[in-house]
């Protein structure tokens, strides 16, 4: 275990509701550092960016920002971008792909874990909660194309085309990541199983994917590998999304399953996640600013307070530190504990449960 006790944190609140989840967020995590009376400390500096930022200087996201992102152990993310304010060629202000790209973070990870005392939209038939993890490749696939996007022809032929690119290397970094992640899980009492979600039976670019996935299975003789086609996977996820553990996948069907997969833990505000890179991440709820709930004390903040744990976590096996694996356990905790009272329901899910009422019942925990 190493001996860093000091580790810098970029905070970047960005719009809409981010800037009201992301106090009570800072709050917990040094709360919680407090209680346990952990060997670290966390250096927070925060900058604005996004869309609210451009619309008065013209910049999304400062160099500053940018730089100290590059700089520092981790990155914690609200929500950037308002429908409203856009650049000039139309396009929505998104600083958080522009730091995907240039942090090189390939790897986004979705944990989709419910909490007990919330009404799920499936329940699991064994009464035990999901646990799974999707793991969406950020860097390439269909996404990657903006690059090879052409159209061509004329009139009644005219024709427009993107294209699909998996690398080897985008695979093995990507399935790699993806089997440790599941020996970590084994480690914890779960299954040791990663599923590759692909298309192998229509595009040759997925069949190169599924046999590159092979090839990473056999380094991992005593972890088990299976393949599911993207479209059966959409029915065995809404069928039985408990027999899955460590699910990973190209870009675009990751961002369709992953926000499938916030629907199954009770929403947009419930849903955290990492986008990871060989030696940045960025950690941040998979939820938009909501302009529809600003200002009304509605925002749920526990996908951001999972969000943090997850970044805890990556910081305490990245640096072999104890002391953040267990920050990251102990606000997985007190969250869980909360809902677990049966006292919650977030606005999301038809109840009253705002930003204050939440985290109140979370730091109650402690
Ligand atoms: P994006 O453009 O990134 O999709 P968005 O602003 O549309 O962003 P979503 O995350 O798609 O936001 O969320 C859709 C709706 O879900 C929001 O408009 C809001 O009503 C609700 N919502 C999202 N996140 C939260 C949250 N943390 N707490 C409460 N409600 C939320
Ligand atoms: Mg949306």
């Known amino acids: 275990m190493s001996k860093k006790t000091s580790f810098d944190i970029t905070v970047l609140p960005g719009d809409g509701i981010g800037v009201e989840i992301t106090p009570v967020c800072i709050e917990l995590i040094e709360k919680v550092l407090t209680k346990l009376d952990a060997d670290v400390s966390i250096n927070f500096t925060t900058f604005e960016a996004g869309a609210a930022y451009y619309q008065k200087t013209g910049i999304s996201l400062p160099e500053e920002a940018l730089a100290h992102a590059q700089q520092s152990d981790a990155t914690l993310l609200a929500c ?51 646990d799974f993890v999707m793991i969406r490749e950020s860097t390439e696939g269909l996404f990657s194309s903006r690059e090879s996007f052409r159209i061509e022809g004329q009139g009644q032929d005219e024709a427009a085309y993107d294209t699909q690119k998996i690398s080897r290397r985008g695979c093995e970094r990507l399935f790699n990541f993806a089997f440790k992640m599941a020996e970590q899980r084994k480690q914890k009492g ?91 991440a960025v950690f941040q709820p998979c939820h938009g600013s909501a302009p529809d709930i600003i200002g009304q004390g509605k925002a749920n903040p526990t996908a951001m307070f999972l969000s943090a744990a997850l970044m805890l976590e990556w910081l305490g096996y990245q640096h072999q530190n104890q002391a953040m694996l267990d920050a990251a356990n102990k606000i997985n905790q007190v969250v869980e504990a909360a809902y677990a009272t049966g006292d919650l329901l977030p606005y999301e899910l038809g109840g009253s449960d705002g930003t204050v009422a939440i985290s109140s019942k979370v730091f109650a925990m402690l």
């Open 190 to 280: 779960k299954q040791g199983l990663v599923t590759c979600i692909d298309k192998a039976n229509v595009l040759g670019s997925f069949y190169y994917m599924r046999q590159v996935f092979d090839e990473v299975a056999q380094h991992y003789p005593h972890l088990e590998a299976d393949h599911i086609y993207v479209d059966a996977c959409a029915l065995q996820l809404v069928r039985q999304p408990w027999a899955y553990d460590v699910m990973v996948t190209e870009n675009m069907f990751g961002d369709i399953l992953s926000d499938l997969c916030a629907g199954l833990m009770g929403g947009m505000g419930m849903a955290p996640s990492g986008d990871i890179g060989e030696n940045s």
């Open 80 to 130: 950037m971008g308002l429908p409203s304010i856009r650049y000039p060629d139309g396009r929505e202000i998104a600083p958080q792909l522009e730091l995907r790209e240039k942090l090189d973070l390939y790897a986004g990870v979705r944990p989709v874990k419910t909490m007990p005392g919330l009404p799920l939209p499936l329940a699991d038939e064994r009464g035990s909660q999901l």
